[in-house]
């Protein structure tokens, strides 16, 4: 596999270099299909060489891939357009000219402007120190210099895997079941190891920088008038008026490990056969080094609606802690794990503001608002702001 690594950095740059000629000046098209056939060059078949100096035949055969979108599914009301997404997939299919237990389906993920920049230090130096199978293959990256659009070729999972639902209905308890146990695996790979110190964004920085909260929220508050209730108004008040210490008291929050950052449902593939494989998660782009129930947290309290949650929450974070135990963490109760679950829900009440200050559709934010104000009420997390 070392030589195919070797082989994917070429082919992966080769078709960047495709795609330039057909973006012309215009680095924010998309990346598709058709953009490699209205490439000036021919795009038929094109040969690579490897360390050993073995022929590689990189054959042209392109699927465009329906990307994974961020925002929300819905068009903007008033342009009926759907916002675009952050970046583009192009499925690959490489025939090699000798028999080979290489890959022959691999990913071709480009990243559009401003998008992505996170996501490709994670697989060339953190991915790699870890073993955890919830990760998936990494294969060769780059930055294109004249775009500064960031590249990845990875394992295709689109035949193997699948989505856990249709976003936004939540998965089943099954699935949820399968998620959880996944997320415990990674957070336990990279649980209490000062190997990550200094090596990327931390959870704590990022809370620091919140000084566009109070304001974001003020704007929000404003825009919603009389639709946003006391209630929800008062949380805020509280949260806003205590963040500092809410913050401090982050700090002592027990488990610290890897972190997603952007772990909801949607950026999971389920494997179609359980017995063969393990979920996968993607779009790596938010990771930082946090505490394992940052991504538990967001997972529910902001996506699910309160029916869902209120029936699931407490059997998945037992599952999630009896995965973590099963996958070596010790000296972490599961009370502890519910106390720090507690802090870590009203955290993400930043979730729905920062959605907001972004210009992401109100379809996004304003549910999260609800739910989130739901968990913080159910879990008694005003107590822990106190």
Not at 11 to 16: C, D, E, P, T
Not at 84 to 103: C, E, I, K, Y
Not at 306 to 324: P, T
């Amino acid at each position: 596999m070392r030589t195919f690594d070797a082989a994917a950095r070429l082919i992966g740059a080769a078709l960047m270099q495709l795609a330039k000629v057909a973006w012309h000046n215009q680095p924010s098209a998309p990346l598709n299909r058709s953009t490699f056939m209205r490439s000036k060059e021919s795009f038929g078949q094109f040969v690579v060489d490897t360390p050993a100096g073995g022929r590689i035949l990189d054959r042209s055969n392109l699927e465009e891939r329906r990307p994974r979108r961020r925002s929300a599914p819905f068009r903007d009301p008033e342009t009926h357009r759907r916002p675009p997404p952050p970046f583009d997939l192009v499925g690959v299919t490489l025939a090699w000219n000798a028999t080979t237990r290489l890959p022959t389906r691999v990913v071709l993920k480009a990243s559009r402007v401003g998008f992505g920049r996170e996501e490709l230090p994670f697989y060339q130096t953190i991915a790699r120190r870890l073993t955890c199978p919830a990760v998936p293959q990494y294969f060769a990256g780059g930055t294109d210099e004249l775009t500064g659009r960031t590249w990845l070729l990875m394992e295709d999972l689109s035949d193997p895997h699948e989505r856990p639902s249709e976003a936004p209905l939540p998965p089943t308890f099954a699935r949820g079941t399968q998620l959880v146990e996944a997320l415990a695996q990674f957070h336990a790979a990279g649980w209490n190891s000062a190997a990550w110190e200094n090596t990327g964004p931390t959870l704590w920085q990022r809370l620091q920088s919140s000084e566009w909260l109070e304001p974001a929220s003020a704007r929000l508050f404003n825009q919603a008038g009389d639709a946003l209730d006391s209630r929800t108004r008062g949380i805020y008040a509280q949260l806003l008026s205590d963040f500092p210490t809410v913050v401090e008291r982050s700090e002592q929050l027990q488990g610290k490990t890897l972190v997603h950052g952007d772990a909801h449902v949607w950026n999971w593939m389920l494997p179609r056969n359980a017995t063969l494989d393990m979920p996968k998660l993607i779009d790596w782009d938010g990771w930082h080094v946090g505490v394992g129930v940052w991504d538990l947290a967001y997972m529910m309290a902001p996506h699910w609606d309160c029916e869902v949650r209120q029936r699931f929450e407490i059997q998945l974070l037992d599952r999630y802690y009896g995965a973590l135990v099963a996958s070596g963490v010790r000296g972490y109760s599961r009370e502890a794990l519910q106390e720090d679950y507690r802090l870590a829900v009203p955290l993400h009440l930043r979730t729905p503001i920062a959605r907001f200050s972004r210009k992401i559709s109100a379809y996004v934010w304003w549910p999260q608002l609800v739910r989130i104000q739901h968990a913080v009420e159910d879990l008694r997390c005003i107590e822990m702001l106190n």
